[in-house]
């Protein structure tokens, strides 16, 4: 574990550094800076034994949506596609967040750049950890764009690391133009039943709390 730990911790400390100087030079959020927010609805089928309650009961969700691309790079430039869900179960903040990648059983950990007006498979790229197992979260656009110029669908899948994919969902969302100041962090605001494994929160954490403490 300390090992994993020690290998986490240095990716992570370069992505704060570059999080940070980001942030400096833009006086904006040093990742996703302009994004696009949206009211969404999450219905959830029922029944997929991830031993997680939120993916295997049967229910209908409120969330908040935002879409953006992660660098901010200029317009026509490709970018990682992001989109991060803010859930509210029961006073419980929630927060998943998912960004292009590949569908494979390795490309699915793989981020893919795509250009403005491409849309397509977002995962949550790294897995957490579940009493069910190493597990995955994916969505698929299966409706739109609009004149949003963003997918109004998407179908929401779930998946063990190195596994196939198992529908369980979709989530629906009403795109609005104007953005935010909301910061998503999936280090805080954990999916009850799963966790971050430790290797992925000294990934992930540094540059996190470079965000936290940077320019709105």
């Not at 029961?90 to 292009?100: C, E, H, Q, R, W």
């Not at 998407?154 to 190195?162: A, C, D, I, N």
Request: hydrophobic share 40%.
């Amino acid at each position: 574990m300390f090992v994993q730990r020690a290998l986490g911790a240095v990716p992570g400390a370069a992505l704060a550094v570059g999080a940070v100087v980001t942030a400096r030079i833009r006086h904006t959020k040093p990742l996703h800076p302009v994004g696009i927010m949206g009211a969404g609805r999450l219905h959830i089928e029922g029944g997929a034994a991830t031993e997680v309650p939120l993916l295997d009961e049967p229910a209908e969700h409120d969330v908040i949506v935002r879409w953006s691309r992660a660098m901010g790079l200029p317009p026509g430039a490709a970018d990682i596609e992001g989109l991060a869900l803010r859930l509210d179960l029961g006073g419980v903040v929630a927060d998943v967040l998912f960004a292009s990648t590949g569908d494979g059983v390795i490309s699915r950990h793989a981020l893919v750049a795509r250009r403005p007006g491409q849309h397509g498979c977002l995962t949550t790229l790294l897995p957490v950890s579940t009493p069910g197992g190493s597990l995955l979260l994916r969505l698929v656009p299966s409706a739109g764009p609009t004149a949003s110029g963003l997918p109004v669908s998407y179908e929401l899948s779930v998946g063990h690391v190195g596994g196939p994919w198992r529908t369980v969902g979709q989530l629906t969302v009403d795109w609005r133009e104007e953005d935010q100041k909301i910061r998503f962090d999936p280090v805080l605001n954990q999916l009850p039943g799963t966790t971050q494994y430790g290797w992925v929160t000294a990934l992930r954490e540094p540059a996190y709390r470079a965000g936290r403490s940077g320019a709105s």
